[in-house]
């Protein structure tokens, strides 16, 4: 549910082509630098606000140039 909200919203703003893979939990999205914290924002609120759950669902984000270094 939270990877669909998150295509969809990236879809929204001319973004969808920027998802570039889902490993499990995790999404590897390509961005322009200038636009990494804004994007990084929306994946994070999509994926917390995508069930109504008793605990809160926690989403990290990490930015760098390559999947690795982002953890």
């Known amino acids: 549910m939270a990877m669909v909200a998150t295509y969809r919203a990236l879809k ?14 995790e999404l590897v999205l ?11 924002k ?3 609120d999509c994926m917390q606000q995508a069930a109504n759950l008793d605990v809160p669902l926690l989403v ?3 930015t760098a140039r390559n999947w690795e270094d982002a953890h």
């Open 12 to 25: 929204d703003i001319g973004m969808e082509q920027c998802l570039l893979l889902q490993v499990h939990d």
């Open 30 to 40: 390509e961005v322009p630098e200038e636009k990494a914290e804004a994007i990084g």
């Open 42 to 44: 929306l994946v994070q």
């Open 60 to 62: 990290e984000v990490g």
